[in-house]
Antibody
């Protein structure tokens, strides 16, 4: 089973840009079987989908975040990344990376999550 | 636009059956998945493709999806099943999560 691990800053100031990286092990990020996904969860609240990237580089973003969001993939490092600009307190959340099966659209593996506080 | 609606909370006595619903427009025509999340932990997949169980998920977890509603059913609920449960579906290249249901085992 694929394992995922998020990395990035835990504390940010308003207006800064969040950069997170997810390192994939136990599988190839170039696999056509998966969409690589970012999901977040504000403290005490539910899950919010941020966006997906496919190995080809195709991206799919939450419309509410699209103007501030970039998701990219680095096949040489087996990693994918998130950049979210103009951070505010409303972006404070646990950020998860996960892999979604491209044929059945479910999340098989999740990272442990990283808390980002603005 | 598409959205998924879950009851905020469900209570069940140990050993009884708990049912958690997830409603959305024509949800029965899409695959529904369910995740269990305990405090401080990442979500865990408990059902996919409406009713399929990943390896390691007990048989007491079952599911259905028809019309506008997907249902997660936990038979013989145990104290260890107390958690938040989220449904999820995919529509037009977008992932949707339900708001989550807190299952309390009294």
């Amino acid at each position: 089973q694929v394992q995922l691990q998020e990395s990035g800053p835990g504390l940010m100031k308003p207006s800064q840009t969040l950069s997170l990286t997810c390192t994939v092990s136990g599988g190839s990020i170039s696999s056509a079987d998966y969409y690589w996904t970012w999901i977040r969860q504000p403290p005490g609240k539910g899950l919010e989908w941020i966006g997906n990237i496919y190995y080809s580089g195709s991206t799919y973003y939450n419309p509410s975040l699209k103007s501030r969001l970039t998701i990219s993939v680095d096949t040489s490092k087996n990693q994918f990344s998130l950049n979210l600009t103009s951070m505010t307190a409303a972006d404070t959340a646990v950020y998860y990376c996960a892999n979604m099966y491209s044929s059945s659209y479910y999340f098989d593996s999740w990272g442990q999550g990283t808390l980002v506080t603005v | 636009s598409f959205e998924l609606t879950q009851p905020p909370s469900v209570s069940v006595s140990p050993g009884q059956t708990a049912s958690i619903t997830c409603s959305g427009d024509k949800l029965g025509k899409k695959y529904a998945s369910w995740y269990q999340q305990k405090p401080g932990q990442s979500p865990v997949l408990v059902l996919y493709r409406d009713y399929e169980r990943p390896s390691g998920i007990p048989e007491r977890f079952s599911g259905s999806n028809s019309g506008e509603t997907a249902t997660l059913t936990i038979s013989g609920t145990q104290a260890v099943d107390e958690a938040d449960y989220y449904c999820q579906a995919w529509d037009r290249f977008t992932v949707f999560f339900g708001g989550g249901t807190k299952l309390t085992v009294l």
